[in-house]
């Protein structure tokens, strides 16, 4: 029997407008959507009302499908020649294992294709007047994860991001950023290196706290900050105030 093909997509950041053409094609044409927890559920609508549709959330902590149960879905689903959209947050290929899961569709020989989409660390900034570049205060760029596989992202070089790149876009950083913090303090980076936290970035939940390396997690404490947020590190930071743009649910608060 042929088996049917996967599209492996990019939702996006949260703002349903902000998803591609392309991946409301496919939703509109699959059979089976498998679909994760930061999609918005708004985006769903694209498909066909008769299509199969599957939670497959995870919560620090909690992963309520694993990622093996979501490989087997996949391969699972595939049979009978059905047409899966999997559908996940941001960009399949940044953070979003969607490599592994690509991985495992070769494996078995599925036909596959990756649908990229706008990623929290360059979308988030932007709708908090954040660019992440910037021709006088930031040539280079580096995103990283705030979350290694023990817990703390003990395996990233922090010496090499504290002197070698301008602005630092962490995700899933949050519950890790008084470690993040004290390592790149201890690699060098000064101390009144500016920093935003973005939570939910791009939704009509967005809430944008400033500070700097030595107050920031003072602020996020003080105002119960929560996933999913951007933690975003370098003097491009200090535009925000400038550039601010999007109406946000909570009136911007700004810190020294």
């Given at each position: 029997?042929?088996k049917?093909?996967v ?6 950041p949260g ?7 392309k991946?409301t094609?496919c ?8 679909y994760?927890r930061l999609?918005n559920?708004?985006?769903?609508l694209y498909?066909k009302p008769e299509?199969?549709?599957?939670y497959?959330g995870?919560?620090p902590?909690?992963?309520r499908v ?8 996949l ?9 899966i959209?999997?559908?996940k ?7 979003g294992r969607?490599?592994?899961e690509?991985e495992v ?6 036909q596959f294709?990756i ?7 360059i979308a988030a900034p932007?709708y908090?007047g ?27 070089n922090?010496?090499?991001l504290?002197?070698?790149v301008?602005t630092?876009a962490?995700y899933m ?5 008084p ?7 201890s690699c060098g ?8 936290v973005?939570e939910?970035?791009?939704t009509?939940?967005?809430?944008t706290?400033t ?6 997690v003072?602020?996020v ?11 975003v ?9 400038k ?14």
């Open positions: 029997m042929k049917g093909k599209y492996i997509v990019g939702a996006g703002d349903p407008d902000l998803i591609t053409v991946a094609k939703l509109a044409e699959a059979d089976v959507i498998l994760d999609v559920r708004e985006l769903l498909g299509a199969e549709y599957i497959c995870k919560e902590g909690n992963h694993s990622q093996e149960e979501i490989h087997q879905l391969i699972s689903k595939s049979i009978g020649g059905k047409t959209v999997r559908l947050g941001g960009d399949p290929f940044i953070f969607g490599g592994e690509a569709l070769v494996k078995h020989g599925i294709e649908i990229p989409g706008i990623t929290s660390g932007a908090a954040i660019p992440v570049t910037h021709r006088e205060l930031g040539s280079s760029f580096a995103i990283v994860t705030g979350h290694g596989v023990t817990g703390k992202p003990d395996n990233i922090w010496h090499h504290a002197h070698g301008d630092i962490i950083g949050i519950k890790n950023l470690y993040i913090c004290k390592q790149l303090r980076k000064k101390a009144e290196t500016a920093v935003a973005i939910q970035g791009t009509g939940f967005q809430r706290f500070g700097t390396i030595d107050s920031i003072a602020i404490t003080k105002e119960q900050v929560a996933n999913p947020a951007m933690i590190i370098g003097e491009v930071v200090n535009l925000s105030a550039l601010s743009w999007f109406s946000e649910n909570t009136k911007e608060k700004e810190f020294a």
